[in-house]
């Protein structure tokens, strides 16, 4: 299974995402689970800063597509093309991310692509969820997979 350690170096290595304090905290090899502090990415209505929300999201998207071609034991650089993003309501706690491939993703098919090609494309769906379990917010991402020289 691939590290969770090596992620969050990863992480905080960058010195935006360290500062929100967000840290990998579980992969289960569908989906992978962040964590960040409310008092680490609070806005002037203490709740949850819109900008947080959504770069947990997107970095929820880039750890699982991460740890994914590591699983497959290909080298690989992951960077976000695009993006959507709905905001549903405000969250007064802490940001509980995760990220899954979307329904419509064929990962064998990514890899495939990647492995010919040395890029491919990959589909993303992640959330964040209230402390209801309900979500707060959403985001579906397409993701740029490209081998490293």
Not at 47 to 56: D, E, M, P
Not at 57 to 71: D, P, Q, S, V
Request: proline letters at 6%; glycine letters at 10%.
């Amino acid at each position: 299974m691939p590290s969770l350690e090596l992620l969050n170096t990863h992480y905080q290595a960058m010195p935006p995402v360290a500062a929100m304090r967000i840290r990998a905290t579980r992969y289960d090899g569908d989906a992978v689970h962040l964590h960040a502090p409310l008092d680490a990415n609070v806005n002037d209505k203490d709740c949850a800063f819109g900008g947080s929300l959504a770069s947990v999201m997107t970095l929820a998207g880039w750890g699982l597509l991460t740890l994914k071609l590591e699983e497959a034991g290909l080298a690989g650089e992951v960077y976000v093309a695009d993006s959507q993003l709905r905001y549903l309501k405000p969250l007064y706690a802490d940001l509980q991310a995760e990220a899954r491939l979307d329904p419509g993703t064929d990962w064998d098919g990514v890899l495939r692509a990647f492995r010919e090609r040395g890029r491919a494309r990959a589909n993303i769906q992640a959330l964040v969820r209230g402390p209801d379990g309900d979500p707060v917010c959403d985001l579906g991402g397409r993701f740029a997979l490209l081998r490293t020289p």
